[in-house]
């Protein structure tokens, strides 16, 4: 987990914080009890999430083991090591959907 850690403050990160951490997920194996815990991030919009999910990937692949999920707001994405073709197109969505809340959310802004 931590060079996860340090490849993401690498990235425009502009907050990073270790959430508690949880309980292992219930079927999990003793071998399986890695690190599940996770990370607070403050992104400068989608060009950096674009960049986390890309280091998120590449990550997962490197361990070939694993599942990150990215939530934004409402919207979440998990990422699972093996799964390239179903991960593209939920990325796709993924990213999609944050854009446009943040669209709306800078129209809000200016409307007020």
Excluded: C
Excluded at 18 to 42: K, N
Excluded at 75 to 81: G, M, Q, V
Aim: hydrophobic share 50%.
């Amino acid at each position: 987990m931590e060079f996860l850690v340090e490849e993401v403050r690498q990235l425009r990160v502009l907050r990073l914080a270790h959430a508690p951490g949880g309980a292992a997920p219930a079927g999990s194996r003793a071998g399986d009890a890695v690190v599940y815990s996770s990370l607070l991030l403050s992104l400068a919009g989608t060009p950096a999430l674009r960049a986390l999910i890309l280091l998120a990937q590449d990550w997962l692949a490197r361990r070939n083991s694993g599942t990150i999920r990215i939530k934004v707001g409402d919207n979440e994405l998990e990422i699972a090591a093996g799964r390239p073709r179903q991960t593209e197109a939920a990325i796709e969505a993924f990213t999609s959907l944050v854009a446009a809340a943040e669209a709306a959310a800078a129209q809000e802004q200016d409307d007020e």
